[in-house]
Every structure is written in C-alpha cells, then in structure tokens.
C-alpha cells in the first residue's frame, strides 16, 4: 500500500492503515486498512494524517454518516434487527450495491429498550439514520429520533399493514391484533 495524493482508485482499494492515517472523507475502516467507498482521487493530507477521496462523480449514490435512508426489516434477533435498505431520502438516486443496515437495540429508541421485538417485527418499513459505514455494503443506522423509525409496520398474525393507535402501538385493522413498535413521527397509516 503505497497510495500517494491523485492515485484513482476504486471502491473496496486498500489505501493505508489505521496505524499512520485517519480515515477521511469517503473512505471506511476495515480491519486496521483504510479502504475506499467509491472510485475517485486519493487525497493524503501528510500533516494531518487523513486519507480523503475525491470521488469521480458529483453525488455518488452511496451511504455515509448522517444520511437518511428508507428499507425494510428482514430479520430481529437478540440485540439487532437488520434492515434492508431501498434508498436515500434526499435523493432519488437508488443505491450502487444492495446495502442492510444493523440497528442495534440501544440505537433504535431515545430511552431503554427491553425488548427489541417491541420496537421493530419482520416485514415492517422503516426509515434510519446511517451512523457508521463498516463496509462497502454494510452500515450501522438508528432510529432514536422523533422522525424516524417504523413507517409502516406489517402484522405479525397476517401481513397487513397496520394502523397507529397511540405513540407506541399499532392494531391490525384485519385481525385486531395490537403490537408495539418504535413509531415515527411520519407514520403512514
Ligand atoms: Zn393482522
């Protein structure tokens, strides 16, 4: 690895290590190796230690820290829910590869959680916050903001998208069924 400032590179190319450099802009941290998310230009700040890219498009539709991204929740277990994410809000791009996202239990509510099957069940759509990209297709998102959280939530008996009765609970306007989920402000339904 011997990357020096105007190297093109691609996403995944290995561009230095965590021990010398700080990962900057449009790069992420993969085992001690700094790694870049998209193709573009090596930048090396020598005085700062930061490696940064310039990537070769404007606005790659990739995900970084910060960005609002929309999926579904395709598996809960223990202390994680996984979700499977569509696209970005602000932007009508769909994404380069398929990302999922990890909400841990301790990112997906402002308060405790007990249970992370009170929050979030499989099937429901949700919108996230990206809070770190561990990789070129995997990232860790959280949904303890008002606005975010479950969208739309899908009955765990039937299937049917469910209906909001209070801050923290939905009925099943099919079966009857009431469950919890952590709710966004901009529930649909
Ligand atoms: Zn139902």
Redesign the pocket.
């Known amino acids: 690895m011997k990357t020096k400032s105007g190297d093109f590179v691609l996403p995944g190319d290995a561009l230095g290590v965590t021990e010398e450099f700080v990962p900057a802009e449009w790069t992420f941290e993969d085992q001690g190796k700094i790694r870049s998310l998209v193709a573009g230009t090596v930048t090396l700040d020598n005085k700062n230690k930061r490696i940064s890219i310039i990537p070769k498009t404007n606005s790659p539709s990739i995900l970084k820290n910060g960005l609002v991204v929309y999926g579904q929740i395709s598996e809960v277990r223990g202390q994680r829910a996984l979700m499977k994410i569509e696209g970005a809000k602000d932007t009508n791009r769909s994404l380069a590869t398929n990302f999922s996202g990890g909400i841990h239990i301790s990112q997906a509510d402002k308060g405790y959680v007990a249970k992370l099957t009170d929050e979030f069940r499989i099937g429901d759509l949700v919108d996230a916050r990206v809070t770190k990209v561990l990789g070129l297709d995997n990232v860790d998102l959280t949904t303890a903001e008002n606005e975010l959280g479950v969208i739309k939530a899908m009955?765990t008996?039937?299937r049917?998208f469910?209906k909001q009765v209070s801050k923290n609970e939905v009925i099943?306007p099919?079966?009857?069924?009431k469950e919890r989920r952590k709710i966004s402000s901009k529930y649909e339904g």
Do not use: L, T
């Open positions: 009955c008996n039937c049917s469910m099943c099919d079966c009857g069924r």
